[in-house]
């Protein structure tokens, strides 16, 4: 049995989890103030996922920020990178458009209105 | 004549719009120095933006948007492109952009909402040269959002707010070697969730009680001089460490954006920079409010947008029945409470006071008094510099007070 020490990232509040584990699995969280922060503590000692938010280059050579819809596992965000600078956008984009489909598991999304 | 004009349309003018309007004021103006609504949240791309106002997690954009399309809905007035010069004690706004030249408006109300800007590196004495390559991290954030321009490839950063750290991430996403965050203060100013996804998730080293002594490079920065300092703050000699780079981001905080309010003879604190306000956000000067960045600096533009709220409807209110201040409560902080806003109480009503307390305290108990007898108290397993608090106070223990302390126990 090992104790890990996190900080929940969900919520600004920032809790500090200890996380309780065997052999990979989660045994108990404390330190968590709402239900959130555990299914983190899971989430975190066993597939770590973060949103990835960016910027694509327009076709006028402005740029538009984007996010990944969905979180995707950590180790993949440079490669989700690479995508999203090899990627030059049509314009005019609305906010919430897909960008890019289905990248490491996520849409690459619009997060800005940007007309031609 | 206008009834209300804003200065300023990031997310306070909007929320202080919307909210005057739904308090049934028609005619309201919106003037704005930017091609855009939306301030500076539209370089702020990150997410982790909205969880108390909409209870999901927006980027910055994408909260402005928000606002901006309900500003269109209600048809509130705006102009673009439009920097206010200047205002009077009589509400007399002068404005300039290139469609109508100089112009005056007189309102009967103004709500300020200019927001903040950053601490300018000249405020900061560093030893050593001054070559290109030292940017302030607000702007370092604007060139790469908004410019997709990247100022360079191996960077310290100076400063451990949340602008910093967010920065730190940016660049290395961008492809850019983040060396060290350096920390004159032996804690973060940022938040716990920032240095955990913005550091350790790219092992960038959080340089507690750090430095830089030096700068080098002639015509482009070619490296810092980093040391750790003792308690009075003072670099170590036997600690210096040179770090090779190319690029020296400054996140060394914000202050509000007074100008204007200066021009207006507004009260200001020595303490946030900002206007002193009631609990209505109604500063010394008769009809004009403050609210956002411009009044104290927020860590969460969740709270911007509630105080905003705050003051575009007391400043409805004031439009249609003028002022009724019958008595002043000041609320004094006891210094490890550093400030709080609002920093008088003119009304006996339920009001929530926002403050900030000096440095990191543990198991302390918030305490308010009346002077002698305690009118309300709060535990709290901790309290950090970074991150405002907030304690309501009932009418009726508002009534019967001449004055209240703010006060820390630990
Ligand atoms: C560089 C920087 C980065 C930030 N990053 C983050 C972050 O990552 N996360 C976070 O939660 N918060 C961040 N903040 C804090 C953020 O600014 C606030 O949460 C929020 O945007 C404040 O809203 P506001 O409306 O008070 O100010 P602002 O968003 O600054 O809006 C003020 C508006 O007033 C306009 N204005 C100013 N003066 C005039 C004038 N004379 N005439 C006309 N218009 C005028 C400006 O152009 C601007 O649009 C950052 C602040 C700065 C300065
Ligand atoms: S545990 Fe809940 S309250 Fe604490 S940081 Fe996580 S989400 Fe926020």
């Known amino acids: 049995m090992i104790e890990r020490k996190l900080t929940c990232i969900v919520c600004p509040l920032g809790c500090e989890l200890t996380v309780t584990l065997e052999e990979n699995r989660v045994l108990e969280v404390r330190g968590n103030t709402c239900k959130r922060g555990e299914a983190y503590a899971q989430n975190e000692c066993t597939n770590p996922k973060r949103t990835v938010t960016s910027t694509v280059l327009c076709e006028d050579g402005c740029t538009v920020s984007v996010k990944t819809d969905e979180p995707i596992p950590k180790e993949k965000i440079f490669e989700c990178l690479e995508v999203i600078n090899s990627t030059t956008a049509r314009l005019p984009i609305k906010i919430g458009d897909v960008i890019i489909k289905n990248v490491c598991g996520s849409n690459i999304v619009a997060t800005q209105n940007r007309s031609k | ?410």
């Open chain 2, 1 to 410: 004549m206008r009834d209300l004009v804003i200065i300023g349309g990031g997310p306070a003018g909007m929320s202080a719009a919307i909210a005057a309007r739904e308090s049934g004021i028609q005619d309201i103006l919106i003037l704005e120095r930017d091609g855009q609504l939306g301030g500076i949240l539209q370089q702020c791309i990150h997410n982790g933006f909205g969880l108390h106002m909409f209870g999901e997690e927006l980027t910055g954009p994408e909260y402005a948007w928000k606002y901006e399309k309900k500003v269109n809905e209600l048809g509130i007035e705006y102009k673009l492109n439009t920097m206010v010069l200047d205002i009077t004690e009589d509400k007399i706004i002068t404005a300039t952009n290139s469609s109508d030249g100089v112009f005056q408006i007189k309102a009967k109300a103004i709500i300020l909402a200019m927001g903040c800007r950053e601490r300018s590196k000249g405020a900061l004495n560093i030893a050593g040269t001054r070559p290109a390559g030292i940017y302030s991290a607000g702007t370092a954030q604007k060139y790469v959002n908004t410019m997709g321009y990247l100022p360079g490839k191996n960077v310290v950063i100076l400063g451990s707010g949340d602008i910093g750290l967010i920065m730190a991430r940016r660049m290395t996403l961008e492809g850019a070697k983040v060396h060290a965050v350096c920390e004159l203060m032996s804690y973060s100013g940022g938040l716990a969730r920032n240095i955990e996804q913005c550091l350790n998730d790219f092992n960038i080293p959080l340089r507690l009680e750090h430095t830089v002594v030096e700068i080098h490079g002639k015509d482009r920065l070619e490296g810092v001089t980093v040391a750790r300092v003792d308690q009075n703050r003072k670099p170590i000699p036997e600690t210096r460490e040179y770090i090779p780079c190319d690029t020296l981001l400054l996140s060394v905080g914000l202050i509000p954006e007074n100008e204007l309010s200066k021009k207006a003879d507004i009260k200001l604190s020595g303490v946030t920079n900002g206007a002193v306000v009631d609990q209505d956000r109604h500063t010394s000067c008769e009809g004009i409010f403050a609210c956002g960045n411009v009044l104290h600096v927020h860590d969460l533009v969740d709270f911007v947008s509630k105080e905003a709220e705050i003051a575009g409807k007391s400043a409805a209110e004031y439009i249609k029945s003028g002022k009724k201040q019958s008595f002043v409560i000041p609320i004094k902080a006891d210094g490890k409470i550093r400030y709080s806003v609002p920093q008088i109480i003119t009304e006996a009503k339920d009001v929530t006071v926002y403050f900030r307390v000096s440095d990191v305290y543990k198991n302390a108990k918030i305490v308010i008094t009346d002077g002698n007898k305690t009118v309300l108290s709060k535990n709290k397993a901790k309290l950090a510099p970074g991150e405002m608090e907030k304690i309501t106070l009932k009418a009726e223990q508002i009534k019967s007070v001449k004055e209240l302390h703010f006060c820390l126990e630990v």
